[in-house]
């Protein structure tokens, strides 16, 4: 089945849309032009032994190192799925948008990274040296004390949409948070697959069950409401 749904990437991967210059939405409305988030997740995979080395993580895991690009509604825009746990996410990105039918990013528009890549044309990442992560802004006394840090929570608050969606996508999906024994080809057209289904069904349902379940185990962060 996975190999069928491969052919419907066109109709399934979502096609962006920049955050308006009127946007009243809390989470993005700091960001025009803005058309969502990405970052590298990783998913465990089983390997033939000569291959091992390049898979492993620093902390011996054998995973591959997933791209994924979403927008500011959680749909996957686009995937890369292959590389191996060696490669750093600077690395994967760049054979992403250096592709022929890679990731493409309009000139006057761009998307939200984290400090692990490079804040360049059509990436946005936060100031480097300063509090960043939600959890630092999590109480009601931890204010931004400069424009510095005010930045950085409101981009952790809007970039945190790439860790939910592959929080959902890996929740749904029992095959992505463990090694399967398919043969690594059949591995990546998996990780993509269930990365289209994603979107098939967040495409199809006005509510989604688990997206509510998992929504409640978080609690409302202060960057939302400063």
């Known amino acids: 089945m996975h190999f069928r749904m491969l052919i419907l990437h066109p109709l399934l991967l979502a096609h962006p849309t920049p955050v308006p210059p009127n946007s009243n939405c809390p989470r993005w409305k700091w960001f025009e032009g803005c058309l969502g988030a990405l970052d590298g997740t990783y998913v465990d995979v089983h390997v033939q032994a000569q291959d091992k080395a390049r898979y492993r993580t620093r902390k011996g895991s054998i995973i591959v190192n997933v791209l994924g690009v979403c927008d500011w509604d959680m749909h996957f825009i686009y995937v890369l799925a292959g590389w191996e746990g060696s490669a750093a996410d600077s690395r994967v990105l760049r054979d992403a948008i250096t592709h022929p039918t890679g990731l493409k990013i309009p000139r ?31 109480s009601e006394n931890n204010t ?30 029992a095959m992505l948070r463990s090694p399967s024994f398919y043969d690594i080809d059949n591995q990546n057209r998996i990780i993509i697959a269930c990365c289209l289904l994603h979107n098939f069904i967040r495409q ?23």
């Open 108 to 138: 006057e528009n761009y998307y939200l990274v984290d400090s692990g890549y490079s804040n360049g044309e059509g990436f946005l990442s936060p100031y480097r040296g300063v509090r960043y992560h939600l959890k630092e802004w999590e």
């Open 144 to 173: 931004p004390q400069n424009h510095q840090e005010f930045f950085n929570m409101k981009h952790a608050f809007a970039r945190n949409i790439i860790e939910r969606t592959f929080g959902l996508l890996k929740a749904r999906w």
């Open 204 to 226: 199809e349902m006005s509510v989604d069950p688990l997206e509510s379940m998992l929504n409640e185990t978080i609690s409302p962060s202060n960057a939302e409401n400063t």
